[in-house]
């Protein structure tokens, strides 16, 4: 019976929003639970910073443009939305680490950045003689302390020294957070790091202990194997699919939610335009901001507050395949962290991925903006484009004005893991959990970015939900 269905909302729809309302769904079919699932969205299409562009043969992604393939829920995903035959994985090739006005070539056999075998890191030009001699400290420096979280930089310039980091590590690392790598914290980040130092003493030899038979750079500079995963017809296909699978009415879009009150042991959710919602149970899978704007008159979750997010942007360019002098045998390159050069890294998307650019063309997409440095993100198209192609004619001598252009700017779009940012999180859900029972957070402002980190924590707060669900049951049979 309709009345006797238990109501279930979940904000925001992005991949968190939209795999929270799948499971869950799923889950409600399997087990006989009659649920009503309602998905928010503030915006008029699903996907949140997932979105791709298809024209004239090119797949082009204005956000993320695929996933890690060895952290399996966004596959898993993949195959419940019936997409597993889209899936794609990178060609491999040479990456480059642009230092100094040149471009080096990833030392062989590193790892996130971290040397595992000795001769190429010894031959490479990127580091001086100095800088691969402190590297080599590793080897008899110390454990770190283990009693507080510590920054990543912090980490790394201990065990390798400033010049790995600033010329290798930093560049890798960061670049995922559009971070900076003196702020972002070891343990919500990178804490595998830290346990392999805490097991191995020293980073060097335990990475390479630890990390035996995972694809790392080949001695020639190459990936042996493709270790990223996306979809033939683009990221925004996989949103679809999943969109699909909803049950009709499901979704409502162009509805944001402003704030949310409590009402005995269910909440009203009141939106943008004066509609409410009820809700038994609801999964916050919005940005934090967001989050704190909805629960401004609770006093909760002050610790997200001040915890910044960066923008950036992504700028794709497509070109005749003429139009490039100076073609480079490789699939990208990261930038080191003192240079003069705005873009922060460059795909050379239609070696990396050939699905995405017909056949006598080329596809290149520049990243800019980064923790420090995000004016950029502000200036128009047309300043962007030119700040971008003057740099890659640094390297690349390209001859002729693209064929188009999308600039995507991701305001205040990367949230910032700075230290202490697990406790931060580990108080907000205990926070959620005694005030504001039956409400869960997920999503990419808390446990991890990347996409199939957040379908993880999507999974968790299904798991979560369901478990809330039952006992609220059990304590109404008895009431
Ligand atoms: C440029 C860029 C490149 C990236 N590259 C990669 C990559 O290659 N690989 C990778 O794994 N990850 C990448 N990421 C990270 C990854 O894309 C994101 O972390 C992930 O998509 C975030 O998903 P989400 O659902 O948690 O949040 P979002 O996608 O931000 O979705 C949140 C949704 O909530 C909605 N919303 C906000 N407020 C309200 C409200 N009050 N009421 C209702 N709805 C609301 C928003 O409109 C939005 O749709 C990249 C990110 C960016 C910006």
């Known amino acids: 019976m309709q009345g006797e269905r238990q109501k279930i909302v979940i904000a925001g729809g992005g991949i968190t929003g939209l795999a929270a309302a799948y499971y869950l769904q799923k889950e409600a079919k399997e087990k006989g639970m009659a649920l009503d699932v309602k998905l928010i969205e503030a915006s008029h299409r699903l996907g949140g910073k997932i979105q791709t562009i298809t024209r004239d043969g090119f797949v082009i992604e204005r956000g993320p443009d695929s996933f890690l393939a060895r952290k399996q829920s966004a596959s898993r995903l993949a195959k419940e939305a019936g997409m597993e035959k889209e899936l794609v994985r990178n060609t491999t090739g040479k990456s480059f680490v642009l230092a100094r006005q040149r471009l080096f070539p990833m030392p062989g056999g590193s790892i996130m950045g971290i040397p595992t075998q000795i001769a190429p890191f010894i031959t490479t030009g990127l580091f001086s003689p100095a800088g691969k001699a402190r590297a080599a400290a590793d080897f008899v420096l110390p454990r770190s302390n283990p009693s507080h979280d510590q920054s990543l930089g912090a980490f790394f310039r201990r065990r390798l020294g400033d010049e790995v980091v600033d010329n290798l590590i930093d560049p890798l690392l960061s670049g995922i957070y559009a971070g900076d790598i003196d702020q972002l914290s070891l343990m919500a980040t990178f804490p595998q790091f830290y346990q392999v130092e805490q097991k191995y003493r020293s980073l060097i030899l335990g990475m390479k202990k630890s990390t035996g038979s995972q694809p790392k750079q080949a001695a020639n500079g190459k990936s042996k194997e493709g270790m990223f995963l996306t979809f033939k017809s683009g990221l925004q296909s996989l949103v679809d699919a999943l969109e ?60 997200f507050k001040d915890m910044p997010s960066t923008s950036v942007a992504t700028v794709a360019l497509a070109f005749p395949e003429e139009a ?156």
Not at 255 to 272: A, L
Not at 445 to 452: A, D, K, M, R
Request: hydrophobic share 35%; charged share 25%.
């Open 244 to 303: 699909n699978k909803l049950e009709p009415g499901t979704v409502l879009k162009g509805h944001r939610i402003e704030s949310i009150k409590k009402t005995g042991r269910s909440y009203t959710i009141e939106m943008n335009g004066g509609e409410n919602l009820q809700a038994d149970c609801m999964v916050m899978a919005v940005p934090h901001h967001a989050l704190c704007s909805i629960f401004s008159g609770w006093g909760l979750f002050e610790q």
């Open 324 to 479: 490039i002098e100076r073609d480079i045998d490789g699939t990208g390159f990261v930038v080191s962290r003192h240079s003069d050069f705005t873009i922060t890294a460059c795909t050379w998307t239609h070696k990396k991925w050939p699905h995405s650019t017909p056949k006598g063309k080329v596809l290149l997409r520049c990243y800019v903006g980064k923790a420090g440095d995000e004016a950029v993100v502000d200036l128009s198209d047309d300043q962007i484009v030119k700040v971008v192609l003057d740099d890659l004619n640094k390297t690349m001598n390209i001859k002729m004005i693209p064929d188009f252009v999308y600039v995507t700017r991701w305001k205040d779009s990367m949230p910032q893991y700075t230290v202490g940012h697990k406790e931060r999180v580990g108080l907000a859900k205990k926070q959620a959990q005694e005030k504001l029972p039956g409400i869960f957070l997920a999503g990419s402002s808390f446990e991890g970015l990347g996409v199939p980190d957040c379908i993880d924590q999507a999974e968790e707060a299904v798991r979560n939900t369901v478990e809330y669900l039952k006992s609220n049951k059990q304590k109404a049979v008895r009431v």
